[in-house]
């Protein structure tokens, strides 16, 4: 069985004379895994989660997502892999039913299909009675609701989630985590990357600790925090990044 | 995208419908401050009149020109004529002279005529600054041309009376002195039907373009707004290349833009006779017709896509896509006639692709052309579409975006 995601001497710079955003990178996650990677600001997550999606284009190194390369079978990776980013990701001005129609037809699925998911997403989302509703009007944790529901429409086998929870309260933060565990039992690899520490511990049952563009730290949670002898992802973040501002 | 252009190819029609009958039908009111009262200038008054170009008002409660004046400048009237009060007495003197010239070379009369000083106080033509050049030198023609036959009148009655005695005959001074050639004024057409050029014939192409155009606000600032509301790293990110979103998008938008210019055709040709403006007469070639309108939503799609993708906000795509379709048209020619365009902007002229369309539909619109007349500006026309389409697709390289 090939691991859902595998990096190999993955590196990237912007254009311009900014420094490396990716160094020599290799990391492995294997299917079945929630797999959180962190790192302080500017450390490059967001550009690993890039690179990973086919969002940013790579000219050295490897990444492959259950064996396929990115850059070679960017269309048939888009099948297997879904996208949560950290900004809303739809048409503000559509209503959630608007949005799903649309979205749904672009990865592919039939009309059927994607009625029955708006309906099951929706009701698992807490969204039915807002339906029909510009999402605009919504509340911030009624979009991060969307944004994911969007996002799983198509039922990736790796779901990457850039800050799902960013903004939300306890209660739809809790909702998203319940169902992406759910998720995860159901077979989906969950990659997510988010500064909520207390959020992470509860999901993530493997971590990376990422830093000027390098893997600094990779491995369980709990091997991790015996072997820094920390009680929370919150001091380990501190011994392996340091205390000093970072943006 | 469908409200402003009827209402722009409406106004814009009927303003210069007003221009058109202004020169074609209707008289330019001139004021007419004779100081003369005898025959000669009487007889000037009504040659003016026959000039037809005029809707004579004399004025005779003014004290002097300064009054005359100050009426031009309240806009009573934007031109005024002053005969000066010894007019008749110098073309009497003149046509004497001429006739006495004349008649010497002939050997029939003695060289007793007394010759005239050139030092004629001259007829005055007071104008409003805002006429314009062409059209004043158009009124200055029609002057002279009265003048004209006046001083030519009293030179052949001299003549005449001097040769025979007599008085010269009314027909015969008429034929002597009036045109014997008639000019007829036939519009160039390339196929057999003909059309009469009016306002509406030259306005609803134009302003078709420039609708069609337009839709850069609309498609511009969509490109834009799903830049910035991340839709796009959505549809990168699901299975379906995101071209084929960016082709979809212009292919609605061509549909657009097609709409847009059955629906302004239609007004014209249905809704105008109604408003009292001509009625637009559709070109004998259909195909051609949506051929032209065809390619040219397509540049309007490749070129609003351009600037949706190289701004970085709704409001740079707004700003920058109005004003450059602003641009292109006056350098198209669509806000003045690419013929009056100084030498120098002929090239520049070429680079708007809103000249290329507007050449072809006035091959087709008022020129009775067909396809074989309109290739050589439906060839430059695609040739800026596809390169606006290469840039775009560059631009989207440039960013990542496909």
């Known amino acids: 069985m090939p691991p859902a995601i595998h990096i190999e001497n993955l590196s990237f710079e912007y254009k311009g004379n900014a420094p490396k955003a990716v160094r020599q990178l290799s990391l492995r996650v294997e299917?079945?895994?929630?797999?959180?990677?962190?790192?302080?600001?500017?450390?490059?997550k967001t550009t690993l989660m890039n690179l990973m999606t086919g969002l940013l284009p790579y000219t050295s190194g490897s990444v492959q997502l259950l064996g396929h390369e990115v850059k070679n079978n960017k269309k048939f990776i888009n099948t297997l892999l879904g996208f949560v980013p950290q900004d809303f990701s739809f048409y503000h001005e559509l209503s959630p039913v608007e949005n799903m129609e649309f979205f749904g037809a672009w990865a592919g699925l039939h009309k059927k299909e994607i009625a029955q998911k708006i309906n099951d997403l929706l009701s698992i989302m807490s969204l039915q009675a807002v339906r029909n509703k510009p999402v605009n009007t919504f509340s911030g944790g009624m979009k991060r609701r969307v944004n994911l529901a969007i996002a799983v429409m198509h039922e990736p086998q790796i779901l990457f989630l850039d800050e799902p929870t960013v903004g939300v309260d306890v209660q739809t933060r809790h909702a998203i985590i319940h169902y992406l565990k759910t998720l995860n039992a159901n077979?989906?690899?969950?990659?997510y990357t988010s500064h909520q520490l207390k959020e992470a511990e509860d999901l993530c049952n493997k971590i990376a600790?990422?830093?000027?563009?390098?893997?600094?730290a990779s491995d369980t949670l709990n091997e991790l925090l015996k072997e820094h002898r920390q009680d929370g992802l919150e001091g380990l973040f501190l011994t392996l990044t340091g205390r000093e501002y970072r943006d | 995208m469908f409200l402003m252009p009827i209402v722009l190819a409406i106004v814009i029609a009927s303003v210069q419908n007003s221009t058109f009958e202004l020169v074609n039908e209707n008289k330019l009111p001139v004021l007419l401050y004779n100081k003369d009262s005898s025959e000669p200038a009487r007889e000037l008054e009504i040659a003016l009149a026959k000039v037809g170009m005029f809707d004579i008002k004399k004025v005779h409660d003014i004290q002097n020109e300064a009054d005359l004046k100050s009426r031009i400048n309240t806009k009573d009237a934007l031109v005024a004529i002053v005969i000066p009060d010894n007019y008749s007495e110098e073309v009497l003197?003149?046509?004497?002279?001429?006739?006495?010239?004349?008649?010497k070379n002939i050997a029939i009369q003695e060289d007793s005529i007394q010759h005239t000083a050139d030092n004629i106080i001259p007829v005055k033509l007071?104008?409003?600054?805002?006429?314009?050049?062409?059209?004043?030198?158009?009124?200055?023609?029609?002057?002279?041309?009265?003048?004209?036959?006046?001083?030519s009148k009293y030179i052949v009655k001299n003549v005449y009376y001097a040769v025979n005695e007599?008085?010269?005959?009314?027909?015969?001074?008429?034929?002597?002195?009036?045109?014997?050639?008639?000019?007829?004024?036939?519009?160039?057409s390339k196929g057999d039907s003909r059309q009469i050029p009016n306002a509406t014939q030259h306005n609803i192409p134009a302003w078709t373009i420039f609708a069609m155009f337009f839709i850069v606000i609309s498609l511009g600032s969509s490109v834009v707004r799903e830049k910035l509301n991340g839709s796009i790293i959505r549809l990168r990110t699901l299975p379906t290349h995101f071209g084929l979103a960016i082709i979809s998008k212009q292919i609605t938008y061509v549909l657009v833009t097609m709409l847009q210019a059955a629906v302004i055709f239609s007004i014209g040709m249905w809704l105008?006779?109604?408003i009292g403006l001509p009625a637009l007469s559709l070109p004998a070639d259909k195909p051609a017709l949506l051929l032209v309108t065809l390619i040219c939503g397509i540049c309007a799609a490749s070129f609003a896509i351009c600037v949706g993708v190289f701004s970085n906000t709704q409001e740079q795509a707004n700003g920058s896509g109005a004003v450059s379709?602003?641009?292109?048209?006056?350098?198209g020619g669509l806000l003045v006639p690419s013929f009056v365009m100084p030498s120098s902007f002929r090239f520049i002229m070429q680079l708007s692709p809103l000249h290329w369309c507007l050449e072809a539909y006035y091959d087709l619109f008022l020129e009775g052309g067909n396809l074989r007349d309109i290739w050589m500006n439906i060839i430059p026309l695609l040739v800026i579409t596809v390169l606006l389409q290469i840039i775009a697709f560059y631009g989207l390289r440039r960013k990542s975006l496909i």
């Open chain 1, 31 to 44: 299917q079945g895994d929630r797999f959180g990677i962190f790192g302080p600001n500017g450390a490059g």
């Open chain 1, 209 to 216: 600790m990422i830093d000027e563009g390098r893997i600094i």
């Open chain 2, 272 to 274: 105008f006779p109604q």
């Open chain 2, 166 to 188: 007599e008085n010269i005959p009314e027909a015969l001074e008429k034929q002597i002195i009036t045109n014997q050639t008639p000019v007829t004024e036939i519009p160039v």
């Open chain 2, 126 to 151: 007071y104008y409003h600054p805002v006429l314009q050049r062409s059209f004043r030198k158009s009124i200055d023609g029609m002057l002279q041309s009265a003048l004209q036959f006046i001083q």
């Open chain 1, 187 to 191: 077979g989906t690899t969950l990659v």
């Open chain 2, 325 to 331: 379709v602003v641009l292109l048209a006056a350098i």
């Open chain 2, 93 to 103: 003197k003149k046509a004497k002279s001429v006739a006495g010239e004349a008649l």
